[in-house]
């Protein structure tokens, strides 16, 4: 059983920045896709970023696309999600969430998660 636990969430105000952390483990932090979703009251839960298990290959919906950065740590087995130049659109709970790389999907917002952490909340106000 994988297990994803998150951690670095808050509050602050616009413009400001913010470092999420996963832990989880030294064989799903190399090879299963690792991704970060959001989910905002009233909401459904979206993806906001991606990373293959080589930690190379990183992708990320518009909204966010230079403002966030997903990385991983191999010597801490740490998914890390970069926040900065938030803005009150980013609040929400963030969850970490893991699926092995087979099969393979065309579209990495619409793969399927096997397996969610507890969730982390970002609060952002103007």
């Known amino acids: 059983q994988v297990q994803l636990v998150e951690s670095g969430g808050g509050s602050v105000q616009t413009t400001g920045a913010l470092r999420l952390s996963c832990k989880t483990d030294e064989y799903t932090l190399r090879y299963y896709f690792k991704a970060w979703y959001r989910q905002a009251p009233g909401k459904e839960r979206e993806p906001v970023a991606q990373i293959h298990g080589g930690g190379v290959d990183t992708y990320y919906v518009d909204s966010v696309k230079g403002r966030f950065t997903i990385s991983r740590d191999v010597h801490e087995n740490m998914l890390h999600l970069q926040m900065n130049h938030l803005k009150p659109e980013d609040t929400a709970m963030y969850y970490c969430?893991?699926?092995?790389?087979?099969?393979?999907?065309?579209?990495?917002?619409?793969?399927?998660?096997?397996?969610w952490g507890q969730g982390t909340q970002v609060t952002v106000s103007s």
């Open positions: 969430a893991a699926r092995p790389p087979w099969p393979p999907y065309p579209d990495w917002e619409k793969a399927p998660i096997k397996y």
